[in-house]
């Protein structure tokens, strides 16, 4: 492909895109293939001879779009939302063609000083403790790793590494493998599975804590455990606390965990993957009362903030405690630039991997181009939309909801957990919207998040209507039917059931029940 095609490809696939989002409605939410389905279209080895654009472009349509999950769909309602836009493609398509690897200022003084400068910004915008920020008089600073998962990872090696040599420093005799194996890290059993895999990969116990009856993880839960782990001689190390947990979006006490975690030199590190966007607005910052004494602090911006993945914001109070776990230098890494002034990082030794991408600018692309004011719009519109959807459940007596916190509304079937299991392998079935399940004090809902930048009140009454038809299918099999009572509302009665009612509402219910 030579410049000249490389325009006309270019400029091919740009409307295609476009023609996607503007017709993305047409598209099954759901792939309707079967496993194996792309192995019988694509050949088991390599074509000998490259093949024109056209001929790849039209395979992508025949081949590909068949098996996506369509996650901008408007009637995506599944996990959270994931981040897209059209100044992000932008930016990323530029970074993509520019291909420089930032792990140093040296190799690309922009990338490194672009992120610096978008992290500030956003650190701002969230109203986040200056001394999180890299233009502050301390040595903090905020960085782009690729997912919250990442950022869990990351700050619980460099918790490992920071009370290793602290306790080292207090026990000179211990060796480095005796103090790595009484360490232990905790966190709510409602925070997401990444929080657990960390620990795995970093080989520290999780405790996951039994959360509260709100699904909190609370300062007196916390100091119970750590109470136990201390008199069994083990030594606490790390603690995650969620704003806006996976199932409900809860919200750890951070005014409690804080000042506990603060007393025990336990590195509180602050997954906020979704719902830290909401910190746009500042009707919604109460919910991180105490993050000043947390030691990091993440948020998705490709969830909730108009960012394509992946573009995970992680800030840090002390930057020398990740420079200090992740340093490995060699001369020909070595620039006559080098400083400990987070003004000026070499940022490979703030993330797991030496290479990175210049994702930074299609965060600045964003934040340019949709500015403060246009971020906080997008957030009010998705959570005025979950507000809808929750109206519409608590009108239909069938139902009732859970939690409505943000964009995420939980809902079931009032009865026994088996009613809302089919409902909601119907609604699966039928492909039309995507929803998860979660279990809240053991009750099975089913969560429907608003997902895309798309979604409007059409599709919000959309995705109620197909719940609504499904939902009657269900009461057909568990034998009801619904019954309309003088004051207008609609109750759902068993065709067996004694009811005490006056003899008039008795024999509309009889009449009703035998059609």
């Not at 349509?61 to 994931?82: D, I, L, R």
């Not at 650190?123 to 990442?150: H, M, T, Y």
């Not at 194996?181 to 520290?204: C, F, H, I, P």
């Not at 979704?274 to 009362?289: D, H, I, Q, S, T």
């Amino acid at each position: 492909m030579d410049s000249e095609s490389f325009r006309a490809c270019g400029k091919t696939v740009i409307d295609y895109l476009a023609d996607y989002m503007d017709n993305i409605r047409d598209r099954p939410v759901l792939s309707t293939v079967k496993p194996g389905y792309l192995y019988e279209m694509v050949p088991s080895e390599a074509p000998v001879k490259g093949e024109h654009w056209k001929t790849v472009i039209a395979d992508f349509e025949k081949v590909v779009m068949p098996g996506v999950t369509h996650w901008n769909s408007p009637q995506f309602h599944a996990f959270f939302p994931t981040g897209n836009s059209y100044p992000a493609i932008i930016g990323d398509i530029l970074s993509n063609g520019i291909g420089c690897v930032g792990f140093s200022w040296i190799t690309s003084p922009a990338c490194t000083e672009l992120e610096v400068q978008v992290m500030n910004w956003l650190g701002k915008i969230l109203d986040l403790p200056r001394e999180f920020l890299n233009e502050s008089e301390g040595p903090g600073g905020g960085v782009i790793q690729g997912s919250a998962s990442e950022a869990t990872f990351v700050c619980l090696l460099t918790a490992k590494d920071r009370t290793t040599k602290r306790i080292k420093a207090l026990n000179p005799t211990m060796t480095d493998g005796e103090i790595k194996a009484k360490l232990v890290a905790y966190t709510s059993d409602q925070s997401n599975s990444s929080v657990e895999k960390a620990g795995l990969l970093g080989s520290m116990p999780m405790r996951m804590l039994k959360a509260d009856i709100s699904g909190r993880m609370t300062g007196a839960i916390l100091a119970e455990a750590i109470a136990e782990d201390v008199a069994k001689g083990l030594i606490p190390c790390y603690v995650v606390a969620t704003l806006g947990t996976t199932g409900t979006c809860a919200f750890d006490c951070l005014e409690e965990l804080g000042p506990i975690c603060n007393k025990n030199d336990i590195w509180l590190h602050v997954d906020a993957a979704y719902a830290g966007a909401a910190f746009v607005l500042p009707e919604y910052r109460y919910l991180m009362a105490g993050v000043q004494y947390a030691d990091s602090f993440d948020v998705n911006l490709h969830k909730w903030l108009l960012v394509n993945f992946d573009c995970s914001a992680l800030w840090v109070k002390n930057a020398t405690h990740l420079v200090d776990a992740f340093n490995v230098d060699r001369v020909y890494l070595k620039h006559s630039y080098q400083s400990q002034d987070p003004q000026v990082p070499d940022y490979r030794h703030w993330q797991i991997s030496l290479g990175r991408r210049f994702r930074s600018l299609k965060m600045w692309f964003v934040l340019k181009m949709y500015g403060v004011e246009g971020l906080q719009a997008h957030i009010k519109k998705q959570i005025h939309l979950a507000d809808m959807f929750g109206k519409l459940v608590n009108q239909d007596p069938r139902f009732e909801v859970v939690t409505v916190t943000m964009g995420l509304v939980c809902f079931r079937l009032k009865g026994d957990n088996v009613w809302t299991k089919n409902l909601y392998e119907r609604l699966m079935a039928s492909g039309q919207i995507y929803l998860v399940t979660a279990n809240v004090r053991s009750r099975l809902v089913i969560r429907f998040v608003v997902c895309s930048r798309l979604t409007e009140e059409v599709d919000v009454q959309f995705a109620w209507n197909e719940i609504c038809t499904q939902a009657d299918l269900v009461d057909s099999e568990r034998d009801v039917t619904p019954v309309s009572i003088c004051n207008g509302l609609t109750e759902t009665w068993p065709k067996d059931m004694e009811c005490e009612l006056t003899t008039a509402t008795a024999i509309v219910v009889k009449s009703l029940s035998q059609g």
